[in-house]
């Protein structure tokens, strides 16, 4: 590898919260390292030039991807060949393995670049969609920085170097403490991606109008927002008769400590209320075949990671049809009484020992590792 001096880094996230760990990582890395490639806010803000909107990339489920095949096919080829006209020292993927994997393949084939390494950031989840998919990883990256330590083997009996950084969502929460007297605040959290947005606000909506008519007449109901998706929710929340309070990114973490429950998507959300120790309950919609696929090749009982690492139900999980303004009502309820919540919070609490050595600092592990 060249000077770090010269180094050039094409960095590739596609989702909201890869954007955030790119930033962390570039800003770990000395001020003279070029970085190209595709981000969001937080990477643009730590001295990205994205080559498009982040927001093209944030799409998940096999038919979901299928509905949005034409610009995510755009999307790789103008990366691709990107990639070839930078020749960069390192091209680091984080997340979005089926995106990045189609990139690299096709830079790869080209024959293009010659000393260029390929690194990838979060394990793919092959211990639930099946481990012999990470032998097709390992044909594809140099270099996998995994979350967890349980995560390595999967790749490394394939001969693909794994790292494990702990999990990033940790840091920083430590200082969001669950108040003792928390509001009276219902945090609905729709997901980042538009595809989720567009199947859950109006589960969301529907929830609100049942809360609100069972006793609930008096608590605050606040939805998060991001980049992606905030135009579309203001848009579609104008005419509910019991309008939400929007607050940015910026503000969610104070937004989850001071929160009574929350109504949460499937994904890194979730982990983060988990490690505030949040009462939450799990929801996720799909296209119907697609949930058909995953209960045919999914190999774990649950969807979220806490559950996953403790394996045991601790956040409920209503998926697919039983994502339902009835069932969640439901939950928002038993959740009320101080018995459910103290048992949930202890179980919580029970598992923050499986989120990451707490002498660790995940960017920093990755970009140390990376200028090593």
Known sequence: ????????????????????????????????????????????????????????????GVFEVLGHAKILTQRIKQTVAAIIKEKPDIVLTIDSPGFAKS?????????????????????????????????????????????????????????????AVGHPISDGLDKYKPSKNRDKIITFIPGSRMSEVKKLLPVFHKTIDILVTRGYKDYKFIIPTVETTDSYIKNEIKNWAYKPILVSAKQRYNVYANSFVAVVASGTASAELAIMHIPAIVVYKMNPLTVFLAHILLTVKWVSLVNILMNKTIYPELLGKHANPDAITAWVKKLSLAENRNAMIQELKAADSRWRDSQKNPAKVIADDILS
């Not at 094409?10 to 954007?19: H, L, P």
């Not at 955030?20 to 981000?39: D, S």
């Open 1 to 60: 590898m060249k000077n770090i001096k010269n180094l050039k880094i094409f960095i590739i996230a596609g989702e909201v919260s890869g954007d955030v760990l790119g930033a962390k990582i570039m800003q770990e890395m000395p001020e003279n390292i070029r970085f190209v490639g595709v981000g969001g806010q937080n990477m643009i803000s730590a001295g990205l030039k994205t080559l498009f909107p982040m927001s093209d990339l944030s799409v998940m």
């Open 103 to 163: 990139v690299i393949t096709k830079v790869k084939k080209s024959g293009a670049l010659k000393n260029t390494k390929f690194y990838h950031v979060v394990a793919p989840q092959v211990w639930a969609w099946g481990a012999k998919r990470a032998g097709k990883y390992a044909k594809v990256f140099d270099k996998l920085y995994a979350f967890f330590d349980f995560e390595k083997p999967y790749f490394e009996k394939y001969g693909l170097q794994t790292v």
